[in-house]
């Protein structure tokens, strides 16, 4: 079955620290999401992405770089990983005709803490 | 920018009541409208979109969508403790950065047995 995988499920890592979670999927998806979710706040969208070499920036970008070299591979990179950055990531995609339903297939979620 | 905003309750109905949970939204660009559903630590899953005014029913879910007041609502009919979960409201436009979701900061919904 096709899917979304996102790596790793926890970190932990020190203020300063550059970090990249990684997100694979199988559904041959050409559009690409990362949203981040904090308590009260609800899903922000930080990068996404319509296909290989696009990326664009989203709500909440500052201090986070995505890039997109295939299909199936969105990796998000903070340069330097930031107190404020402490929250749960998601992965999402969906087709191109994401036009008719809107669907968003998300992976598990990663969940950062930033010491 | 857009908005979408959500009373974050928690809401709390007893298991066979209608549970009611309601969405406005700031874009009046904004064509289609999704209701997800995420269980405590998983991930969001759709469980209703809408893009027509009026009414469109699934089962045990209804979305209501009236583009006039900028508002959307979901219902849930005889409603089950396994609907225990944060709703989140979603809304996309049709052009430019609008076409992503903007997702509201979700509705905590218990069901007590």
């Known amino acids: 079955d096709a899917e979304i995988t996102q790596s790793p499920r926890h970190k932990i890592t020190e203020t300063g620290r550059q970090v990249t979670l990684a997100c694979h999927q199988t559904?041959?998806?050409?559009?690409m999401f990362w949203y981040r979710q904090d308590l009260g706040h609800g899903l922000r969208l930080i990068h996404y992405?319509?296909?290989?070499?696009?990326?664009n920036k989203g709500e909440v970008s500052d201090g986070y770089s995505v890039s997109r070299s295939n299909t199936e591979d969105l990796p998000l990179t903070l340069e330097s990983a930031a107190s404020s950055q402490t929250s749960v990531y998601f992965c999402?995609?969906?087709?191109?005709?994401?036009?008719?339903?809107?669907?968003?297939?998300f992976g598990e979620g990663s969940r950062l803490t930033v010491l | 920018q857009k908005e979408v905003e959500q009373n974050s309750g928690p809401l709390s109905v007893p298991e066979g009541a209608i549970a009611s949970l309601n969405c406005t939204y700031s874009d009046r660009g904004s064509q289609s409208f999704f209701w997800y559903r995420q269980y405590s630590g998983k991930s969001p899953e759709l469980i209703m979109f809408?893009?027509?005014?009026g009414d469109k029913e699934d089962g045990r879910f209804t979305a209501q969508l009236n583009k006039a007041s900028q508002y959307v609502s979901l219902l849930i009919r005889d409603s089950q403790p396994s609907d225990s979960a944060t709703y989140l409201c979603a809304v996309k436009g049709v052009s430019g950065s609008a076409r992503q979701l903007t997702f509201g900061s979700g509705t905590q919904l218990t069901v007590l047995p």
């Open positions: 809408i893009y027509s005014n």
């Open positions: 992405s319509y296909g290989v070499q696009d990326t």
């Open positions: 999402a995609s969906s087709s191109t005709g994401t036009g008719v339903t809107g669907e968003l297939f």
């Open positions: 559904w041959n998806h050409n559009n």
